[in-house]
């Protein structure tokens, strides 16, 4: 999928690809670590603590998602294509 010169448009689409990953990733654990945290105790926290929680990381989830697509993108688009070489005749 990436085979090619890589230039720096390439590189750009890497890092808007990484970037964004660990903040995707780091959402979506707070998101699992606190609804198990209200599944343990669930005596602790009113009922709409989890629900709340969770929606306050939509934003960063679907953002996430589409700067990865972006990064991909990019990535695709950074990828100079080698040229086939013609055969030579003599």
């Known amino acids: 999928m990436f085979n090619g010169e890589k230039t720096n448009l390439f590189w750009v689409g890497l890092l808007l690809l990484g970037f ?12 699992i670590v606190s609804y ?8 602790q926290y009113p009922s709409s ?11 960063i989830v679907v953002g996430g998602i589409i700067f990865i697509l972006i990064g991909l993108y990019m990535m695709k688009s950074g990828v100079k294509k080698e040229e086939p070489k013609s055969p030579k005749t003599s």
């Open 49 to 59: 603590f989890a629900y709340n929680f969770a929606w306050s990381y939509i934003p």
């Open 36 to 43: 198990l945290n209200y599944l343990s105790y669930s005596g």
């Open 20 to 31: 964004p990953s660990l903040v995707l990733f780091t959402a979506i654990w707070q998101i």
